[in-house]
């Protein structure tokens, strides 16, 4: 009889790993533990989360389980897994879980641990401005994140990686991990390497107010944090109580760019009392400027000046920084 694989996941980041496993011959993949539905869009219309829909599409059964309880462990035993596989669950597993299935309890985890233990490693990765992030395979414990490790592989991080194109990347590198680690889980002929505590680093679970770009930080980390809160939360700033969704920047490089802009800023931006920096009393921050011919859109930061490409108001569609001033006439003013 061929092992059989329950898999553990709420996330459509680990649809690659269960395709993988659909697919292999040596082992079944049984049935999926995932997340309940939940409310969504203005209706509040109940919906199955990716992973349950997947299951359904394949025939599969599936738990949706709110809470890891009695019937959520009765459920699994009656299964009977040999191996259970976990990836963006979102429940610490008690021992009685972690210890049911004979060939163990694993988790692909979206970092190179022991780095970002937690809820949001991808964005954690491009937040700090990382050169690369990874995937690793644990065992797992009755701590956060904190199992040795079985195998890691790396994943490279572009200049313009969002989490969006970074999820999808090391959603593929799970499954290739995973690829090359099935034989040595299923023969159990590995060597585990236990994390250095020393080493740990963690990052929380995001809120809406964590979009909110606050432009007293330099322009480097804001057009980073940009690109890590797509598409949620979402990278935002509220002017005259309005609020202004921005989905690509970059920073202005060119001193003779942003010398241009300051001195063409012809809006009545300087009437907005700016925040001052109490460290740099000579410098503002939160400036919006344009260029004479109203083509380009930045703003004033700590450091630097970001350079604002495309941007989106409250209730409108995204535009390049062009059609939103001519459409925005008065965006500038008071």
């Known amino acids: 009889m061929k092992p059989r694989v329950i898999f553990f996941s709420a996330d459509e980041i680990s649809k690659p790993c269960l395709e993988f496993l659909h697919n292999e011959p040596s082992v079944t993949l049984c049935g999926i533990i995932t997340q309940p539905q939940r ?8 919906s199955l989360n990716p ?7 394949h025939a599969l059964p599936f738990y949706q389980a709110e809470t890891m309880n009695d019937a959520a462990f009765d459920w699994l035993k009656q299964i009977q897994p040999h191996l259970v596989l976990v990836m963006a669950f979102g429940h610490i597993l008690k021992k009685r879980f972690l210890e049911l299935p004979p060939l163990g309890m694993w988790n692909l985890h979206v970092s190179l641990l022991p780095k970002y233990r ?3 490693p991808v964005q954690a990765a491009l937040l700090n401005g990382d050169a690369e992030t990874g995937v690793t395979l644990m065992s797992m414990v009755e701590v956060m994140d904190a199992g040795s490790w079985l195998a890691q592989q790396k994943t490279p991080i572009a200049p313009d990686d969002t989490a969006v194109t970074l999820r999808e990347k ?11 680690s099935l034989p040595a889980l299923l023969s159990e002929t590995y060597v585990l390497t236990p994390q250095n505590e ?29 690109r890590a809160y797509q598409p949620w939360p979402g990278a ?31 809006s009545a931006s300087t009437k907005e009392n700016p925040q001052k920096n109490t460290d740099r009393t000579n410098q503002t ?6 260029d004479p011919n109203r083509t380009v859109l930045a703003v004033t930061t700590e450091e630097g000046l970001l350079v604002i490409d495309r941007i989106q108001k409250a209730g409108g569609k995204p535009m390049n920084a062009a059609e939103f001033l001519r459409g925005n006439r008065h965006f500038l003013e008071a």
């Not at 409310?39 to 109940?46: P, S, Y």
């Not at 107010?209 to 057009?223: I, N, R, Y």
């Open 236 to 266: 935002y700033f509220l002017k005259n109580n309005e609020r202004y969704l921005v989905h690509r920047t970059h920073v202005s490089a060119d001193s003779t760019a942003k010398e241009t802009l300051l001195l063409s800023n012809l």
């Open 51 to 57: 992973i349950a829909q997947w299951a359904q599409t």
């Open 285 to 290: 921050y939160g400036q919006f400027l344009t």
């Open 39 to 46: 409310a969504k869009g203005r209706g509040q219309t109940l």
């Open 118 to 120: 937690g809820a949001s």
């Open 198 to 226: 020393a080493d740990a680093t963690y990052c929380k679970k995001l809120s809406k107010a964590d979009g909110c770009l606050d432009f007293s930080k330099p322009a480097t980390f804001l057009e980073r944090c940009i």
């Open 170 to 180: 090391l959603a593929q590198t799970s499954a290739a991990l995973l690829r090359t």
